[in-house]
């Protein structure tokens, strides 16, 4: 082996000479010292003195994405859903709709609640009303003076109040405190509110087998389907819907992969408003989920330094306007981030930007009542004002 890599063992025993002939400690410690440093090669401690800083930064910025890259190694897939398949036509009956179901037809329909924990989506709220409101009896809303990060926000439902006067009656609307927890796990306010969320549907009449909708604003299930659910009997008593998922408009259609909106038939004192896994059964294309859909870049800003997830903001140019528009020009991600799949075939699959659709099919049908007020959210449309 070459000599620049180690002392020989003639080296060695010169050392262990000179040790002895200096006769005291401190020699013996700058002996073994000049003997580490003839083994050295400099060129090697260089590169090292390079490459360390380098990779720790490397990891600084980019961390979260080779956690996310390996996640295939680490994490495991949840379980399957057992999806229902989705039978609809307006030309068909109700009778013969819930037969293919395998239900059988009630003598009336069982009355409905949308509950609803708001933040500022005031546009999606308004088109969610709307598809719903044929076959909604009572829509229920809580809003809190907090984000879910303990960050201060105005009531902004109150303030747009006026805009929603269409279901001033059928509507119990609620208002909670937030705690200002510096420092705390955003899914514990969020927890919170969601258990304030299950006494203000008492107040707002809730009874046992009436239908309960637990999702987001932000969550749609189209309206055949709620029509479906309060007119059949047999109905699971809870049922996840699965709703396409887009990303910033209706323009970028994501998967149909999103699950988290569900139905319930309510049992007092069993039911409890949640936004996890509950069942297994998944009925298949049953709405949409637009996330990110906001009108002015100011929105997009406040969503994520306030939703659940604020630990995606990593760097503060993330908050950056003309890169926010940027982004949901390109239709790439606002974080940064991989996509979160459980193999590496789907994550792959997924890289890049999210392909346009020019298709404007079977979306909300207020939202194409009224396309030129919501034309932020239709196809070829992604500039968005500052706000």
């Not at 009108?295 to 997830?309: G, L, N, T, V």
Request: net charge positive; charged share 25%; aromatic share 14%.
């Amino acid at each position: 082996m070459a000599e620049g890599y180690y002392c020989s063992k003639k080296t060695d025993a010169i050392c262990a000479d000179v040790c002895g002939q200096q006769g005291i400690h401190g020699g013996l410690i700058m002996s073994r010292l000049r003997c580490i440093v003839r083994g050295i090669d400099l060129r090697s401690l260089l590169l090292c003195l390079v490459l360390i800083p380098l990779c720790v930064f490397g990891i600084y910025l980019h961390g979260q994405k080779i956690t996310y890259f390996l996640r295939p190694l680490w994490d495991h897939p949840p379980k399957p859903f057992t999806e229902i398949t989705h039978y609809y036509n307006g030309n068909v009956t109700m009778e013969t709709l819930c037969k293919l179901h395998g239900w059988g037809i009630r003598e009336y329909p069982r009355r409905v609640f949308d509950a609803v924990l708001f933040s500022n989506e005031v546009d999606m709220l308004d088109i969610r009303w709307n598809e719903l409101y044929p076959y909604v009896t009572q829509f229920v809303l809580l809003e809190s003076n907090s984000t879910f990060t303990g960050i201060p926000k105005p009531l902004y439902f109150s303030i747009n109040r006026d805009k929603f006067k269409f279901i001033e009656p059928r509507l119990t609307y609620g208002t909670i405190g937030g705690r200002f927890r510096k420092g705390e796990n955003p899914f514990i306010e969020e927890a919170y509110q969601r258990v304030a969320l299950d006494q203000l549907l008492r107040i707002g009449g809730i009874e046992e087998d009436d239908l309960l909708i637990m999702s987001d604003v932000d969550e749609i299930p189209s309206r055949h389907t709620i029509d479906l659910l309060r007119w059949c009997n047999e109905v699971p008593v809870i049922l996840h819907l699965q709703l396409r998922n887009y990303l910033y408009s209706f323009e970028y259609h994501v998967d149909d992969s999103s699950w988290r909106a569900s139905v319930h038939r309510y049992k007092p004192g069993v039911t409890r408003y949640a936004h996890f896994r509950q069942t297994d059964l998944l009925l298949s294309d049953a709405g949409w989920h637009c996330s990110f859909c906001f009108r002015h870049i100011s929105d997009f800003i406040f969503k994520m330094k306030a939703y659940s997830h604020t630990d995606r903001v990593r760097f503060s140019h993330y908050l950056n306007p003309k890169r926010i528009q940027d982004i949901i020009c390109k239709g790439t991600n606002l974080f940064d981030m991989l996509p979160e799949e459980y193999t590496f075939r789907d994550m792959i699959g997924k890289l890049g930007a999210v392909p346009r659709s020019y298709s404007a099919v079977h979306l909300p049908t207020y939202l194409l009542q009224n396309a030129e007020k919501f034309k932020y959210l239709l196809p070829g449309n992604c500039l968005r004002g500052s706000g």
